[in-house]
């Protein structure tokens, strides 16, 4: 048997370096924080005080920059900080936002409890971030936002959108949740547009398990957020605003508290955070040298300027055109036989997704709150065709995390494999 041939074909694979998802990585000192927590019987807090208080400011001087230290609110998940984030800069039924089709569901699930209708805009093909160009033409007089994902790490472009945000006097929402730790130029992202909204879910940069938090300059908007999910002792401590003082002890019908173990477990990972990043920055270089030189395959582009943050996604393009038109699950079948650990990614365009296609006469059987907010007909089918043609194309390798040098370079050597004998595989 030929060395080159296709581990398919009953070849030797190409990869033989012992590796396992190394992520996420809780060590002694997660361990030590919630042990002590547990030891000392703390396991809920009601107010902003403790470890919960301390991973807050914490987050909160991280993201501190020219113009100060934002306020940080915490959540019991990702999703969580972003419906706070709506309802904090008031986002009232009927109300349009325009949104990336592609991101995550929960960027903009959010937006459907609050009664407004998510308006989709297509993506850059090479960053997968949000097209200024399609956002600037889906605003309407009924706009009231903009919403950003700064998708698998690559930081968006802010400079773009937020002068469209200017001329037409709109907020920004930046879901951060890919993206814990990038920059451009010196800038966290988080800190651009009026709210920033983190997941510190289990496969997130800052792992918790559960959690998610908002930064945001804005004392209102803070106030309002913090109405949503947190009432009783914390509203009374902090909210100052008159509208909002009489209804403390209950807040607005919401208990999105962050649990002090996730919390003690954030705080750990996020003193950690910049190292991890540094180190999955070198793997995921390098993975992207060994892909480069690779027929069919684009590993994804980081903009200058701009330094990725949490790398929480590797997607790379794969042109079959240049294969012979060899299809991407025959392709994938052979790299996974080489030892590659490769899928198809999760998130699809979202203008698609049955949720967001939904009439009025159907969410009001299925007994959904926001029913009265949508259009009696099936709503717009929004145009998105880069999304369209880009996400059939893109496949899914790991966020190697760890001392992953060898690993990276036996995966280069796999898809060079492949491609080179991918006349086999028609």
């Known amino acids: 048997m030929r060395k080159d041939e296709l581990a398919l074909h009953g070849g030797p694979p190409a990869v033989t370096v012992e590796w396992s998802q190394d992520w996420p990585y809780i060590g002694a000192e997660e361990v030590a924080a919630v042990t002590d927590l547990l030891e000392r019987g703390v396991i809920s807090i009601y107010d902003r005080s403790g470890i919960v208080a301390e991973f807050e400011q914490a987050f909160a001087d991280y993201h501190a920059e020219e113009q100060g230290v934002p306020y940080a609110l915490s959540h019991n998940s990702g999703t969580s900080s972003l419906h706070a984030a709506y309802f904090g800069l008031g986002i009232r039924p009927g109300d349009e936002v325009v949104v990336p089709t592609y991101t995550f569901l929960a960027t903009v699930t959010p937006l459907l409890q609050m009664g407004a209708l998510p308006v989709f805009a297509d993506l850059d093909p090479v960053t997968l971030t949000m097209d200024p160009r399609s956002v600037e033409s889906r605003i309407s007089p009924r706009t009231r936002a903009i919403v950003v994902t700064h998708m698998w790490g690559h930081p968006a472009d802010m400079a773009a959108l937020l002068a469209i945000a200017e001329r037409h006097a709109l907020p920004v929402v930046e879901d951060c949740s890919h993206a814990h730790g990038a920059t451009i130029g010196n800038q966290k992202v988080g800190t651009f547009g009026s709210v920033g909204c983190f997941s510190l879910e289990g496969h997130k940069a800052v792992a918790a398990g559960e959690g998610g938090i908002l930064v945001t300059r804005s004392r209102e908007v803070y106030e309002r957020a913090l109405m949503l999910g947190h009432f009783g002792r914390r509203a009374k401590d902090e909210v100052m605003h008159k509208d909002l003082v009489p209804f403390i002890q209950t807040g607005f019908g919401h208990k999105y508290r962050m649990h002090p173990l996730a919390a003690a477990i954030a705080l750990?990972?996020?003193?950690?955070?910049?190292?991890?990043?540094?180190?999955?920055?070198?793997?995921?270089?390098?993975?992207?040298?060994?892909?480069?030189?690779?027929?069919?395959?684009?590993?994804?582009?980081?903009?200058?300027?701009?330094?990725?943050?949490?790398?929480?996604?590797?997607?790379?393009?794969?042109?079959?055109?240049?294969?012979?038109?060899?299809?991407?699950?025959?392709?994938?079948?052979?790299?996974?036989?080489?030892?590659?650990?490769?899928?198809?990614?999760?998130?699809?365009?979202?203008?698609?997704?049955?949720?967001?296609?939904?009439?009025?006469?159907?969410?009001?059987?299925?007994?959904?709150?926001?029913?009265?907010?949508?259009?009696?007909?099936?709503?717009?089918?929004?145009?998105?065709?880069?999304?369209?043609?880009?996400?059939?194309?893109?496949?899914?390798?790991?966020?190697?995390?760890?001392?992953?040098?060898?690993?990276?370079?036996?995966?280069?050597?796999?898809?060079?494999?492949?491609?080179?004998?991918?006349?086999?595989?028609?």
């Open 268 to 426: 750990q990972q996020l003193r950690r955070l910049d190292a991890r990043n540094e180190r999955r920055r070198a793997n995921l270089d390098l993975l992207c040298e060994v892909l480069s030189p690779v027929p069919g395959i684009r590993p994804p582009t980081t903009l200058p300027g701009v330094a990725r943050g949490g790398w929480y996604g590797f997607k790379a393009r794969y042109l079959s055109a240049e294969l012979g038109g060899l299809p991407l699950p025959r392709f994938m079948d052979a790299l996974q036989a080489e030892g590659v650990q490769v899928k198809r990614p999760g998130s699809p365009p979202l203008h698609r997704v049955p949720v967001f296609r939904i009439t009025r006469t159907e969410a009001q059987r299925l007994g959904l709150s926001w029913a009265g907010s949508l259009p009696e007909s099936t709503p717009p089918l929004w145009d998105c065709p880069v999304a369209e043609g880009v996400y059939p194309e893109l496949l899914s390798l790991p966020t190697f995390s760890g001392d992953c040098f060898p690993v990276v370079r036996q995966y280069g050597e796999a898809f060079a494999k492949v491609a080179d004998r991918w006349q086999d595989l028609l």
